[in-house]
């Protein structure tokens, strides 16, 4: 919906460098109980099912290091248009 607007918005998704790992990083803050963490890793299943289909995303980020990945959100933010 928001692509099909004049909102020049610029799509970047923050994936992590696997699925392993973002399960690793999920358990590993002891945050979620175990129902919680199965939706939220099958829902993770279906966002990053989508990662490279063409002209979903204007950018992909893997985030296999924090500092690196924050220094690539930086240029990207630089694309987006502020709002009037």
């Given amino acids: 919906m928001v692509k099909k607007t004049n909102l020049n918005a610029?799509?970047?998704?923050?994936?992590?460098?696997?699925?392993?790992?973002?399960?690793?990083?999920?358990?590993?803050?002891?945050?979620?109980?175990e129902e919680t963490l199965k939706t939220r890793l099958a829902n993770a299943q279906g966002?990053?099912?989508y990662m490279y289909k063409p002209g979903f995303f204007d950018c992909v980020i893997i985030n296999d290091d924090v500092d690196k990945a924050y220094g690539l959100c930086v240029p990207a933010k630089a694309l987006c248009v502020p709002a009037k």
């Fill in 10 to 33: 610029v799509f970047v998704f923050v994936a992590p460098p696997s699925y392993e790992e973002l399960e690793r990083r999920l358990r590993g803050r002891g945050t979620e109980n």
């Fill in 47 to 49: 966002e990053l099912a």
